[in-house]
């Protein structure tokens, strides 16, 4: 894809509070782990699941509604379950998992049901000692289209050194839905790894990205593309990049132009704890690109973001970012330029009781007609309790509102939403299988 705020979000995130220090008996029920010691070889098996009901005062109609219809408040009902596997040693690493969910709204004149389920893996091997190879895969199919995962999302909690990660379930079921509209993506990676000197590397890879719409096949999109980015860390806070790479999206409509994006990119690397505040962590990158429609010139956009952590006492972290994006998201009739700011606050008041809450704003334009009007305002708020170790009760609110210029869409999405929702349920935490041992 172009650069989508999602991935800049996610490497915008300092490294989340899961990862510090030792959260208790309780932490691996809340995603809360320390992290794993180096040169451990670890493999773990587990199971997480969720039931849950919520209040929401926009209940989207099944998918074949008129356009018309109004939407209506009312209670809906949602189940969950993943497997996740996760093999770490010096030289193979491998993180397998798929899951599904069931939601059910009941509405007038009649309930109806949704499924979605996903699957994912990623693999990386080291070849030689100069040489790695990665590669990823992921699938996902949805009763309901969600753009806000590539515009004006807020922050999302990366825990890099454990495989299962639950905060996908900290929002309720189509959290962040616009309409039911079947759609399935299919995202692959493949990378190859160089270390040129001890310090200075190169990454080359391409990359497929597919999504389709089951009952509107002629918005189906796939974009294709190729990276590769040198990067020297000449100090542990401090290092430079230059990346290189194309992107082609490819729109099934016969009415719709194809785009091209390149990215050159040279820039500066910065993440520093401060010396005056203990535990302050500043980060920023930056980065460019230009988007070309049928042979143009193309628009040029300097792109980037800069983000602030606080951690403190054991297990709490605030964190802040700003982000500069283009991207192309499937059912927009252009690239879009957004800026995003995002906040948020977590940490557990007790070994059992965990707290979070997250804020987000984002404004965009499109690329080639610079028609504005694109905006999002994004907040949550949850509050686990552990009734034992393996299992939580939870209880959270989620409120989003949006605008975008109605012929902005491709789709049959409204042009504008505001949405309220109460939610509260449990969450299980099955461990399979752990086991860790030195490495060879």
Not at 307 to 312: C, G, M, P, R, V
């Amino acid at each position: 894809m172009i650069i989508r705020v999602c991935l800049a979000a996610a490497l915008l995130t300092p490294a989340a509070a899961t990862a510090q220090g030792n959260p208790g008996p309780y932490g691996k029920l809340f995603g809360r782990a320390p992290a794993s010691s180096a040169g451990q070889e670890h493999t773990a098996v587990e199971v997480r699941a969720s039931i849950g009901a919520s209040y929401d005062d926009a209940l989207l109609a099944p998918e074949g509604s008129p356009a018309d219809t109004p939407s209506q408040s009312g209670v809906s009902g949602d189940g969950s379950m993943f497997v996740s596997l996760d093999h770490r040693s010096s030289v193979f690493s491998v993180s397998l998992s798929g899951g599904a969910g069931r939601g059910e709204y009941f509405t007038q004149p009649s309930s109806y049901g949704t499924n979605q389920y996903f699957a994912n893996a990623l693999v990386s091997a080291k070849l030689t000692t100069r040489f790695e190879a990665r590669a990823a895969a992921g699938y996902t199919h949805s009763p309901a289209y969600q753009f806000f995962s590539g515009f004006g999302h807020g922050p999302i909690s990366q825990d890099n050194d454990n495989a299962v990660n639950p905060d996908y379930a900290e929002l309720p079921f189509n959290a962040y839905a616009s309409q039911m509209l079947e759609n399935d993506n299919l995202v692959a990676t493949a990378s190859l790894i160089a270390r040129i000197t001890e310090k200075s590397s190169l990454d080359l890879s391409v990359t497929h990205n597919q999504t389709k719409f089951a009952q509107q096949p002629d918005d189906d999109v796939t974009i294709r593309g190729y990276r590769g980015t040198w990067q020297w860390p000449f100090r542990r806070d401090l290092g430079v990049h230059a990346s290189y790479g194309q992107d082609h999206v490819d729109l099934r409509a016969p009415d719709r132009l194809d785009y091209d994006s390149t990215l050159i990119d040279v820039g500066v690397d910065f993440n520093r704890a401060f010396s005056v505040a203990r535990r302050t962590t500043l980060a920023f990158n930056t980065s460019t690109g230009l988007v070309k429609q049928n042979g143009s010139e193309g628009e040029f956009r300097i792109n980037g973001g800069v983000s602030l952590a606080k951690f403190f006492r054991r297990t709490w972290n605030a964190s802040a970012q700003f982000a500069r994006a283009t991207s192309f998201i499937p059912g927009f009739t252009e690239p879009l330029y957004s800026d995003t700011f995002s906040a948020g606050l977590g940490g557990m008041f007790s070994r059992r009781i965990e707290f979070t809450v997250m804020a987000s704003a984002s404004r965009g334009q499109s690329v080639f007609s610079d028609a504005s009007g694109f905006a999002t305002y994004t907040g949550s708020s949850q509050l686990s309790f552990a009734l034992g170790r393996h299992i939580s009760a939870y209880g959270s609110y989620f409120t989003y509102w949006y605008e975008v210029p109605v012929d902005a869409f491709t789709l049959t999405v409204p042009g504008t939403m505001a949405r309220q929702v109460v939610s509260a349920g449990l969450r299980f935490y099955l461990p399979v299988y752990n086991k860790e041992r030195p490495g060879l």
